[in-house]
């Protein structure tokens, strides 16, 4: 079954963390739609139906109605999308109005991500977020209310400054939501971000590695403790909730990417749109698409392999591997298990609770140069 991507990558004001292609002209944003579309003719689904869509950003949320009902209709009209497929598009708190949500529901949508980022008020306006905790907590509300029956929400840890405490805090508020999946990042510091530039110029300073660890660790402990499955590195979801999009950047299935930025896989070749506005309209309205790509090789499918199956809870299928691929990762593995941050599970290479924090490490090293 393949996916659908689609980017979408209008903002109203940029946080000061995000490193994503995003942009603030809105005035913009029926032309990139009608490009969108387009693009959809130009790029037909080559076999099988898609099994999820996901409209991501940026913020979606920030298109008009009509704008969204185009673009839903437009998928609809030139993908076979299954009537069961998993239909997810990220929004704002405070854009979730009683009509939007309402609007989700007839589009259909089934399942809302919000980035919600923190409860905390005074670092929300840290991070330019334009949302309260309250619109947080009430855009739930209203969207439970339309029908919504999965939603997610994204946070971020180890802002500067922040306690174990307060992080506390914001797990057992999430809780409180009872929403169906939540995501986790350790708030990162992206070359050529806002947030880079005020760490290099010395006006923030980065949360110590060891308060991270543990602010990770009772996160993992909060969330299983109230019945959260652990699936992939920074996921959580409730039994049956989790994310069956992002679960096939995982697992190697096929997807294509529509829209400025969006990224594509087919099996055998990955392909990127040009993250440019103009570029990418200009090119669409000219019949061809913007795009860049490169073949997959042997190696560089292991390589993926090991960087995808690694981050989620079943690891590694090593009965899926090459005889040399197989001897070539046991024989790099063997000091992280005699270390505690792998170990074998059935025919399953695997990270440990103590791996897990430190994954990139051990996912480059099992990587072949």
Same mark, same amino acid.
């Given at each position: 079954?393949?996916?659908? %991507?689609?980017?979408? $990558?209008? /903002?109203?004001?940029? /946080? &000061?963390? /995000?490193?994503?292609?995003? !942009? !603030?002209?809105?005035?913009?944003?029926?032309?990139?739609?009608?490009?969108?579309?387009?693009?959809?003719?130009?790029?037909?689904?080559?076999?099988?139906? *898609?099994?999820?869509?996901? =409209?991501?950003?940026?913020?979606?949320?920030?298109?008009? $109605?009509?704008?969204?009902?185009?673009?839903? *209709?437009?998928? @609809? @009209? &030139? %993908?076979?999308? @299954? $009537?069961?497929?998993?239909?997810?598009?990220?929004? @704002?708190?405070?854009?979730?109005? $009683?009509?939007?949500? *309402?609007?989700?529901?007839?589009?259909? &949508?089934?399942?809302?991500?919000?980035? =919600?980022?923190?409860?905390d008020d005074a670092r929300l306006q840290f991070l330019h977020r334009r949302h309260t905790s309250l619109q947080a907590r009430e855009a739930v509300r209203l969207l439970r209310e339309a029908g919504i029956a999965n939603i997610s929400i994204d946070l971020i840890y180890a802002f500067p400054g922040e306690s174990l405490a307060q992080w506390h805090d914001d797990v057992r508020q999430a809780l409180q939501l009872d929403v169906e999946h939540i995501s986790a990042y350790a708030l990162s510091y992206e070359e050529g971000t806002p947030l880079e530039r005020m760490l290099r110029e010395g006006r923030v300073n980065e949360a110590d590695e060891e308060l991270q660890r543990q602010m990770y660790y009772d996160l993992k402990d909060l969330l299983e403790a109230a019945g959260y499955e652990h699936y992939e590195i920074s996921n959580f979801a409730r039994q049956g909730f989790r994310s069956r999009h992002n679960s096939s950047y995982w697992n190697h299935t096929p997807y294509i990417g529509l829209g400025a930025g969006a990224h594509s896989f087919d099996g055998r070749r990955r392909q990127w749109n040009v993250a440019h506005l103009d570029q990418y309209i200009q090119a669409i309205g000219e019949g061809r698409v913007p795009a860049e790509g490169e073949e997959i090789d042997a190696v560089t499918y292991y390589n993926e392999t090991v960087m995808t199956a690694l981050r989620t809870c079943e690891g590694i299928d090593l009965s899926a591997l090459t005889d040399g691929q197989r001897q070539s990762c046991l024989r790099q593995a063997q000091r992280y298990m005699e270390g505690g941050l792998l170990a074998i599970k059935g025919n399953r290479l695997v990270l440990t609770r103590e791996g897990l924090f430190v994954s990139d490490m051990v996912m480059s090293d099992l990587m072949v140069l």
């Open positions: 079954m393949a996916g659908i %991507y689609v980017h979408i $990558p209008f /903002c109203s004001s940029r /946080c &000061v963390y /995000c490193g994503f292609f995003s !942009t !603030t002209r809105l005035s913009e944003r029926q032309r990139y739609v009608d490009a969108v579309c387009r693009e959809m003719d130009l790029r037909p689904l080559c076999e099988g139906r *898609a099994d999820t869509v996901y =409209v991501g950003g940026g913020t979606p949320s920030q298109l008009t $109605p009509l704008q969204l009902e185009q673009l839903f *209709a437009y998928i @609809n @009209n &030139v %993908y076979d999308v @299954n $009537p069961d497929a998993e239909v997810t598009i990220e929004c @704002n708190p405070d854009d979730v109005t $009683p009509s939007l949500a *309402a609007l989700f529901r007839r589009l259909p &949508v089934s399942r809302v991500s919000m980035g =919600v980022q923190t409860f």
